[in-house]
């Protein structure tokens, strides 16, 4: 009886552990994407991403049916999945603005283009799941 308690105990000590390490991970990617964002690109508000993204391109990295239920006005979109094939279209020339539902994907992005030689690099800080512009599509 005291060796199948101390065999219980054990095992939580070992989903404890297991849990915390999850959690730390998690807490240290998300300080990493948001080093990367900094470094490679500028984080814009809302208010400052609709000012500027009127002389730039405007990329949606979300998915087709995410895209069509509903999207900032005057973006493309370029899903993440696809962005190695359809990446040639992004002109180097222009400002660029990325955004998806959160801010990972626009920031793992941003490291490419930045490596890829583009310069001027907008993310929207808090993703499309915040946005309080124009909308087109089904939203």
Do not use: C
Not at 7 to 36: E, K, M, P
Not at 52 to 65: E, N, P, S
């Amino acid at each position: 009886m005291q060796n199948l308690m101390i065999l219980n105990v054990s095992i939580w000590v070992v989903i404890d552990i297991v849990a915390v390490a999850v959690l730390l991970y998690i807490i240290g990617n998300q300080l990493y994407l948001w080093y990367q964002g900094k470094k490679f690109a500028t984080l814009l508000e809302n208010k400052e991403f609709r000012q500027g993204m009127h002389v730039g391109q405007i990329i949606d990295l979300r998915d087709k049916d995410n895209f069509d239920a509903g999207h900032i006005m005057g973006a493309r979109n370029i899903p993440y999945t696809q962005f190695k094939i359809m990446k040639e279209s992004i002109r180097k020339d222009m400002p660029v603005y990325l955004y998806d539902q959160g801010k990972s994907l626009s920031t793992r992005i941003a490291v490419k283009l930045h490596k890829d030689g583009y310069k001027e690099i907008y993310l929207l800080k808090n993703g499309f799941e915040h946005w309080d512009g124009k909308i087109k599509g089904r939203k």
